[in-house]
């Protein structure tokens, strides 16, 4: 049973700031704008196991990979990391990189190329579906990897089957490595683009855990058919004031100074 205490947003941000700070590596803000939707999953709605080899374990598949310090924090709550993993991450020798790696206990995705993550996870429901098992499938993908055409095709083998086991997440921070995402691939209205792919869709404060965990809830009872998605729209940098909506976060590393400044921030 996880703790009611597990999972804090805040202790979760502070793992992800020491992870980078340790490896001297990026990709710090689109992790932190994952944070409080990973935190809902894994306290209140993935059903984990007993470990990463569980047969019968939900799925949470990473799409957009390069935020994967944020399942990182959330894999080392669990203990299926340990400080060892934390104070080494990009280090010479780890298993722990800095994109998902589904050699990884946990991780489903091997990624790095965007927009093929969503397919796998696409994949595991289907499995689930076949096998006939009560495993639910959730795929987070990122508001600019949706640019991609794989994920729509993705979307659309979900609703021809039917996935209702299927919840797929979209990170909508407003931002890809390159700038902000309506100008360089202005996709609009993605909630009502997944509606009209056959998706039961909500579009909540991906900040707020009570808007989040209701979504994950309410999906989770409606086997109607029709695959789920939470557009959730978040803050790039959530968390910490000098990075919050300041893209070029996106390839900076932490110096000793701005790395306590953003623990002082966080409380710690």
């Known amino acids: 049973m996880i703790k009611t205490d597990a999972f804090n947003a805040r202790n979760l941000r502070k793992t ?16 932190f704008s994952l944070i409080e939707i990973m935190a809902v999953l894994y306290r209140d709605h993935l059903m984990v196991g007993e470990s990463a080899m ?3 374990r939900d799925f949470l598949a990473l799409s957009k990979g390069h935020g994967v310090m944020a399942q990182y924090a959330c894999l080392y709550e669990l203990g299926w ?10 280090a010479d020798g780890t298993r722990l990189k ?4 589904a050699h990884v206990g946990g991780l489903e995705v091997t990624s790095g190329s965007l927009g093929h993550g969503l397919s796998v996870g696409v994949g595991l429901a289907l499995g689930c579906k076949l096998k006939k098992t009560k495993q639910q499938v959730y795929a987070i993908v990122g508001d600019g990897e949706c640019n991609e055409g794989a994920i729509w ?7 021809h089957w039917k996935l209702d086991n299927l919840c797929v997440i979209v990170d909508a921070n407003g931002y890809q490595a390159m700038g902000p995402t309506d100008q360089v691939m202005n996709l609009s209205d993605l909630g009502a683009k997944f509606k009209a792919f056959g998706f039961d869709t909500v579009v909540v404060d991906g900040h707020d855990e009570k808007q989040l965990n209701k979504s994950f809830e309410d999906f989770k009872t409606s086997k109607n058919g029709r695959p789920k998605a939470v557009v959730a729209n978040t803050i790039k940098g959530k968390g910490v004031s000098f990075m919050e909506g300041d893209n070029t976060w996106h390839y900076t590393r932490l110096s000793p100074t701005t790395y306590q400044s953003a623990l002082k921030e966080l409380g710690f």
Do not use: K, Q
């Not at 992800?16 to 992790?31: E, N, Q, R």
């Not at 990391?81 to 990009?90: K, Q």
């Open 81 to 90: 990391l340990n400080e060892t993993d934390v104070r080494n991450y990009f």
């Open 54 to 56: 569980d047969p019968n």
């Open 98 to 101: 800095g994109l998902s790696d």
């Open 153 to 159: 095709e993705a979307l659309l083998f979900a609703s």
């Open 16 to 31: 992800v700031l020491d992870m980078a700070f340790s490896g001297s590596t990026v990709h710090i803000p689109c992790a």
